[in-house]
């Protein structure tokens, strides 16, 4: 079975401080993402990577950045956190699409974040 | 752009009753297609898929069939259960080879026994 870790299912954090969100896959998947998911929003891309050390820019990266030093983790961080970056966050990993590979994306389970 | 809407819920319903979920996309060419569910406290699982026109994708008695006609892809199950109880997001491949997908908003479904 494919398994996604986050390294923390609740956070809390104050404004203005300096936040890490990890997540590691263990299928060997080139593909990485993260996204925050908010009541009536639904799921929104923050970042995304497709190789070591490449990322690339989702729907809504402002305010956030990525790291991805190994093939199996990606990193999330809040340089400065803010009261409007309260919000549930998913990482996903995949396969590149390629033939008879469909992009189907893992989940790991989340982390609530709240900044005070 | 591409899109992907999705009835809003939340949705209540009686046990054994039957279910649709729809949904519709707006995208350049045939993308593939998802649903998934997100149970309480938990990540998205992948619930079924379908990559073409007129697949049906089907897993633990849902069902929904990639219709090109008119590019929707309505989740269905005929009975319910409480343990159907979460939020079911509709999805569609964006194309590219790093296999991004984009959301529906997702619908609260909640079961009653």
């Known amino acids: 079975d494919v398994k996604v870790t986050q390294s923390s299912r609740y956070l809390v954090k104050r404004t203005g401080e300096k936040v890490f969100l990890e997540c590691v896959q263990d299928?060997?998947?080139?593909?990485m993402f993260w996204y925050r998911q908010d009541p009536g929003l639904g799921l929104r891309l923050i970042y995304f990577?497709?190789?070591?050390?490449?990322?690339e820019k989702g729907d809504i990266p402002e305010g956030y950045s990525v790291s991805r030093e190994k093939k199996e983790r990606f990193s999330l961080i809040l340089e400065s956190a803010s009261t409007n970056q309260t919000s549930m966050y998913l990482c996903?990993?995949?396969?590149?699409?390629?033939?008879?590979?469909?992009?189907?994306?893992?989940f790991g389970p989340g982390t609530r974040l709240l900044v005070l | 752009g591409d899109s992907v809407t999705q009835m809003e819920g939340p949705v209540t319903l009686s046990e054994e009753a039957f279910l649709t979920i729809n949904c519709t996309y707006t995208?350049?060419?045939?993308?593939?297609l998802f649903w998934y569910v997100q149970y309480p406290g938990e990540g998205l699982q992948l619930l079924l898929k379908?990559?073409?026109?007129?697949d049906k994708g089907s897993n633990k008695g849902f069902e929904a069939t990639y219709r090109k006609e008119t590019t929707s892809f309505h989740l269905e199950k005929g009975s319910v259960q409480v343990s159907d109880s979460a939020v079911y997001f509709c999805?569609?491949?964006?194309?590219?080879?790093?296999?991004?997908?984009?959301f529906g908003k997702g619908t609260k479904l909640s079961v009653k026994p």
């Open positions: 996903a990993s995949s396969h590149p699409l390629g033939a008879g590979v469909v992009e189907t994306q893992y």
């Open positions: 299928m060997d998947h080139e593909n």
């Open positions: 990577s497709y190789d070591v050390k490449m990322k």
């Open positions: 995208a350049t060419g045939y993308p593939s």
């Open positions: 379908a990559t073409k026109a007129d």
């Open positions: 999805a569609a491949g964006r194309g590219g080879s790093q296999g991004n997908l984009i």
